[in-house]
C-alpha cells in the first residue's frame, strides 16, 4: 500500500499568513493527488486534483505543487473561511489512501 | 446539478451487516469513465477509502476490511450499494460516497452529505 505521510497534524496561523500542508508518498503516485477542506460537519471538498490543478470555484490563494514525492497545498494569504481540517488523497494505486489530516487553525 | 444522498440503518448491533445506499442524480453510471466510491469516517479522525464501482461493473476493495464489503450498482435507479458484515464497534463511523471518474478532473468532484453509524450493543 502506498503511505501518504501528511504534515503538520495541526496549526495555527494568521490572518495573511503563507501556509503550507505536505503530503509525503512512499511510492510514486504521478501527481495523482486531490487535496480536501473539510470544515466541521460538512463533507470534503476538492480544492486541488491531479497535484496542481485548481478545482472549480476555488480562490486562487489555494495552489498545489510537488516536488520529488513531496506533494504542498499552499494558502498564500490566510483567510478566516480556510479554518478547516485538509487531507490528501492519492489514487494512483489501490487501495487508494489518505493523509492524516492536517487541523488548520486560526491564531 | 450532481448530487448525491446515502441512507442507512443509524444504529446496529455488533456482528449484524451493515447496508448502505446512494442514491444520485446529475449523472448515469452507464457513462463511460464514471463510478462511485465509498469512503468513511469515525468521528473526530481522518478518512479511510473502503470502495469503488465503475460503469463497466470494475468494482475494488481497502483489503484492510478483510473481504467484509461488497459494493453493487443498480444504474437503471440510479443507486449503489455497499455491505459491510459482521460489523463491530469499530465501524461506527460517518459514510460518504462521492462521483468518481477515470478522468482527474471529475474524481472524487461530488460528495454525499454522509450517514452516521453507530455500532452499539
Known amino acids: 500500500d502506498i503511505q501518504m505521510t501528511q504534515s503538520p497534524s495541526s496549526m495555527s496561523a494568521s490572518l495573511g499568513d503563507r501556509v503550507t500542508i505536505t503530503c509525503q508518498a512512499s511510492?510514486?503516485?504521478?501527481?495523482?493527488l486531490i487535496w480536501f477542506q473539510q470544515k466541521p460537519g460538512k463533507s470534503p471538498r476538492p480544492m486541488i486534483y491531479?497535484?496542481?490543478n485548481l478545482a472549480d470555484g476555488v480562490p486562487s490563494r489555494f495552489s498545489g505543487s510537488r516536488s520529488g514525492s513531496d506533494y504542498s497545498l499552499t494558502i498564500s494569504s490566510l483567510e478566516s473561511e480556510d479554518m478547516a481540517d485538509y487531507h490528501c488523497?492519492?489514487?494512483?494505486?489501490?487501495?487508494?489512501?489518505f493523509g492524516s489530516g492536517t487541523k488548520l487553525e486560526i491564531k | 446539478q450532481v448530487t448525491l444522498k446515502e441512507s442507512g440503518p443509524g444504529t446496529l448491533q455488533p456482528s449484524q451487516t451493515l447496508s448502505l445506499t446512494c442514491t444520485f442524480s446529475?449523472?448515469?453510471?452507464?457513462?463511460?469513465?464514471?463510478?462511485v466510491g465509498w469512503i468513511r469516517q469515525p468521528s473526530g479522525k481522518g478518512l479511510e477509502w473502503l470502495a469503488n464501482?465503475?460503469?463497466?461493473?470494475?468494482?475494488y476493495y481497502n483489503p484492510s476490511l478483510k473481504n467484509r464489503l461488497t459494493i453493487s450498482k443498480d444504474t437503471s435507479n440510479n443507486q449503489t450499494f455497499l455491505k459491510i458484515t459482521s460489523v463491530d464497534t469499530a465501524d461506527t463511523a460517518t459514510y460518504y460516497c462521492?462521483?468518481?471518474?477515470?478522468?482527474?478532473?471529475?474524481?472524487?468532484?461530488?460528495w454525499g452529505q454522509g450517514v452516521m453509524v453507530t455500532v452499539s450493543s
Open positions: 462521492v462521483r468518481i471518474g477515470v478522468t482527474s478532473r471529475i474524481s472524487f468532484d461530488y
Open positions: 446529475g449523472f448515469s453510471l452507464s457513462t463511460y469513465g464514471l463510478g
Open positions: 464501482i465503475w460503469w463497466d461493473d470494475d468494482k
Open positions: 511510492q510514486d503516485i504521478g501527481n495523482k
Open positions: 491531479y497535484a496542481t
Open positions: 488523497l492519492q489514487y494512483k494505486q489501490y487501495p487508494l489512501t
